[in-house]
């Protein structure tokens, strides 16, 4: 295994990454975290679901789109 294969790998998929539908389950419970705390206090509470919305546009749009709604 060389180092540029963990690299790639690393770039394109996130382990910590939970997916959509857990992403999607736990959207309003991550944005309160990120309006009661702060952006990183939620990706430290909650890295898997962070790493998704990295790699999730259409998820990432929800996030912002219910932290707009909510104020934040
Ligand atoms: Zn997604």
Same mark, same amino acid.
Do not use: K, Q
């Given at each position: 295994?060389? *180092?540029?294969?963990?690299?790639?790998?690393?770039?394109?998929?996130?382990?910590?990454? #939970?997916?959509?539908?857990? @992403?999607?389950?736990?959207? $309003? #419970?991550?944005?309160?975290? #990120?309006? +009661?705390?702060? %952006?990183? $206090? +939620?990706?430290?509470?909650?890295?898997?679901?962070a +790493?998704?919305?990295? @790699?999730?546009?259409?998820? %990432?749009?929800?996030?912002?789109?219910?932290?707009?709604a909510? *104020? *934040?």
């Amino acid at each position: 295994m060389s *180092g540029w294969d963990e690299l790639d790998r690393f770039l394109l998929t996130d382990p910590r990454d #939970v997916g959509c539908d857990e @992403a999607i389950r736990l959207l $309003h #419970v991550y944005a309160d975290v #990120v309006l +009661a705390h702060g %952006r990183d $206090h +939620a990706v430290a509470r909650y890295p898997g679901i962070a +790493a998704h919305f990295l @790699a999730c546009g259409p998820c %990432r749009e929800d996030l912002e789109g219910l932290l707009l709604a909510a *104020g *934040g």
